[in-house]
């Protein structure tokens, strides 16, 4: 799979959207690759799994539960 390349000059310089809904820290965020359907996925220390779409910066949905611990990644 190709990986995208990107310059300092076409990254944006400001926030574009902020996600709201983890309870405390987000360890990791995911982007999907660009050829499919725009989502990222969050994993943080309130023990839940997020999937947003960026473009609204609505949650699509939230896994719960069969984490004991913070989630620290996502592979």
């Not at 820290?25 to 989502?39: C, E, G, L, M, Q």
């Not at 994993?43 to 699509?60: H, K, M, Q, Y």
């Amino acid at each position: 799979m190709a990986q995208l390349e990107a310059s300092a000059d076409s990254l944006p310089s400001s926030e574009v959207r902020m996600l709201r809904g983890h309870d405390g820290r987000v360890n990791i965020a995911r982007f999907s690759p660009a050829a499919t359907a725009v989502y990222v996925a969050t994993a943080g220390a309130d023990r839940t799994i997020r999937l947003w779409n960026p473009l609204s910066g609505l949650c699509v949905k939230t896994y719960t539960g069969g984490h004991g611990y913070e989630v620290l990644d996502l592979d």
